[in-house]
């Protein structure tokens, strides 16, 4: 399929996909536009919208490209003939107008949604996007899309125009370029390893057992990864939402973020114009992001001048918990019992703190019950209590746990000062010293870079190496991380940290029954292929569908 690279004045350049003219009538009527990296969604039924970004996440092609090819063909488009999206869409706001902006009732934001894709990202703008509560995000994965297929001719990672203009842009590109061609030559050096390793079985569906060893293989070498390498996004929220996330990213330090969020702005007004008319007004938004920008300029000049980083080394524990309430258990039970009783909650507390301990554990196994799967989770009363972890782990981890929304997430700026993860399956095949090699360009890149270029530098680091950031969640939303990124078809990496986490509530922080209403953490061995039952089941269903 041609591609002919453009370049926009906001990401430069952007690998547009060319449509014939057909092809072209159909997109028109459902994309905002169909040459720029960010567009919307519109005049497509909800399931429709949610289905298309489901398969997003897991196919290396476009999502306009995805629509033409596997979806289309099931919808009536007849009646949308007339329907041309990419003029924007003109619909009479003066309710809108008058009670949003001018009287500012942010609520009303909060009813009017869009379903935006953005692609070609790079992974460090992907953790900018992703980073709001009230969002949802499907991002490409890592273990489902090769990444030695290419863009135009190029491989596919973020090539910051200022970065390429210096004097370090030959290098950039030359290392990076490396990197890649070290990964694409170790994609069929773990498939067959893996073949070899764990045979198919009769038992094994051919396209299940197929998937299960890709999985396997590109799970053991993202590692190799840059964080520069580009992504696929698809976003659902509010205006209200994405009035948020275009404040803090016009704030932000990274170049990319910032231009990013002017190609957002100008999709969205074609959608929902009066929900975002604040966010370039000075007054207004251009205010709030300067606040923003100003009190993060602030705290990083604070912390060069008073804190000696030197004294923190990388030989610490993976996973730290690091703060927990010694009172959780009377919290937890007054929480229970509360919405049963008209005592007030100080009487409340006095009464519970007189029951004896079965008195208590009889109370938190009956608002727990009978939990048959992990998906049955009890009610707001685990939200009393907190957990703070303080985690080291590479960025490939990261990436999948930042995704939780009912948390307090920070993390430090990504760097290779903590060392890297080499998979054990590299050392078995022995292909350390070509991994080592990915990591020392790594380093040496993102050392040159962070004088000159400190925003961008993170470009250079790759997913194997290792970043420190913080997880705080209460008890109900530790059930859910917990007991989903612990599942044996997980990536091994989160899967230890998930189980880390867990012995820790129950061991340091003494939590043991909190710890076994999270009856479905699963402390089981690595498996040999993850995601082999996973894809074996799927094929089942297909097949039952067919049939």
């Known amino acids: 399929m041609h591609r002919s690279p453009i370049t926009s004045a906001a990401v430069t350049p952007y690998d547009a996909e060319e449509f014939t003219a057909p092809e072209s009538d159909v997109l028109r009527r459902y994309f905002s536009n169909l040459d720029q990296p960010v567009f919307a969604l519109v005049n497509l039924p909800e399931v429709v919208k949610g289905a298309l970004f489901a398969r997003y996440s897991r196919s290396p092609k476009s999502l306009r490209r995805l629509f033409l090819e596997e979806f289309v063909d099931d919808l009536d488009i007849s009646g949308d003939e007339s329907v041309d999206a990419t003029v924007g869409m003109r619909r009479a706001e003066e309710l809108y107008d008058r009670v949003f902006f001018q009287y500012g009732d942010d609520s009303v934001a909060q009813l009017g949604g869009v379903h935006l894709a953005c692609e070609q990202a790079s992974n460090v703008l992907t953790k900018v996007l992703e980073w709001g509560r009230i969002m949802s995000y499907l991002e490409q994965s890592t273990r489902y899309i090769r990444y030695d297929e290419r863009l135009g001719g190029r491989y596919r990672f973020y090539r910051d125009p200022d970065v390429l203009n210096s004097v370090h842009g030959t290098r950039y590109v030359g290392e990076i370029d490396r990197m890649f061609d070290t990964y694409s030559g170790l994609i069929p050096v773990m498939e067959t390893f893996y073949k070899n390793a764990v045979p198919k079985k009769t038992t094994d569906a051919d396209i299940a057992y197929r998937m299960a060893i890709r999985a396997k293989a590109l799970d053991s070498i993202r590692g190799l990864l840059p964080s520069a390498s580009l992504s696929n996004v698809g976003i659902y929220g509010s205006g209200q939402a994405y009035e948020a996330l275009l404040l803090r990213m016009r704030a932000s330090g990274l170049p990319e973020a910032r231009s990013y969020a002017d190609l957002m702005l100008r999709e969205l007004r074609k959608v929902i114009p009066s929900f975002l008319k604040r966010v370039d007004l000075p007054d207004r938004g251009e205010a709030t992001s300067l606040y923003m920008a100003e009190n993060a300029s602030a705290m990083q000049d604070l912390s060069d001048r008073l804190l000696d980083v030197s004294a923190t080394g990388a030989k610490e524990s993976s996973v730290d918990l690091v703060d927990f309430d010694p009172d959780a258990e009377v919290k937890l039970v007054t929480a229970m019992l509360y ?163 867990h012995r820790l509530i129950a061991e340091r922080a003494g939590h043991t029954a909190v710890a076994e209403m999270m009856r479905f953490v699963d402390h089981s061995p690595e498996e040999d292929l993850e995601r082999l039952n996973a894809e074996n089941r799927a094929a089942e269903r297909t097949r039952a569908s067919t049939t």
């Open 339 to 501: 919405p049963t009783t008209s005592l007030s909650e100080r009487a409340l507390v006095e009464q519970v703190r007189k029951m004896t301990v079965d008195e208590r554990l009889s109370v938190m196994k009956a608002y727990v019950g009978d939990r048959t799967n992990r998906r049955h989770r009890p009610g707001r009363a685990l939200e009393r209590v907190d957990y703070r972890f303080d985690i080291l782990g590479d960025y490939g981890a990261f990436r999948d746990l930042q995704r939780h929304r009912m948390l307090t997430i920070e993390w430090q700026p990504l760097s290779t000062r903590h060392g890297y993860v080499t998979p054990e399956a590299i050392e078995i095949v022995r292909k350390t010293a070509q991994f080592d090699d990915v990591m020392e360009r790594s380093s040496g890149l993102y050392e040159a870079l962070i004088e000159d270029f400190p925003a961008q530098a993170p470009y250079a680091v790759a997913l194997g190496y290792r970043m420190r950031y913080s997880m705080q969640m209460n008890a109900r939303s530790a059930m859910h991380i917990l007991e989903l990124r612990s599942a044996p078809q997980g990536h091994p990496t989160y899967r230890s940290v998930a189980q880390d986490m």
